[in-house]
């Protein structure tokens, strides 16, 4: 059973920072591209960051020079440091993970991120 647990959620307050956790288990991580969305009240989810096997990473425009991903591997776990966070970055955080060619793949339960004075 493929399972994707995030945490690391929480509230901060404008230019905070927060890491975010992705641990997965059930799955053979290294082979997975491995995805930070989010989904903010109204909107549709939308791509944050995805770093592939090999530890190639692309991000967002709205993420650019504050979002950084990673993975461990090792430790079965992606994880995505944000800074200079914005009220704008308040959203549901999902990871997501999927091999090369899948159309879709597999989604964990979110994490809250709310950024507040």
């Known amino acids: 059973q493929v399972q994707l647990v995030e945490s690391g959620g929480g509230l901060v307050q404008p230019g905070g920072s927060l890491r975010l956790s992705c641990t997965a288990s059930g799955i053979i991580f290294s082979r997975y591209i491995m995805g930070w969305y989010r989904q903010a009240p109204g909107k549709q989810r939308e791509l944050v960051a995805i770093?592939?096997?090999?530890?190639?990473?692309n991000y967002a425009e709205s993420a650019k020079g504050r979002f950084s991903a990673s993975r461990d591997n090792a430790k079965n776990t992606m994880y995505l440091q944000m800074n200079s966070l914005k009220p704008e970055d308040t959203a549901v955080y999902y990871c997501h993970a999927k091999q090369a060619g899948w159309a879709d793949g597999y989604w964990g339960q979110g994490t809250q991120v709310t950024v507040s004075s």
């Open positions: 770093i592939t096997p090999a530890g190639s990473k």
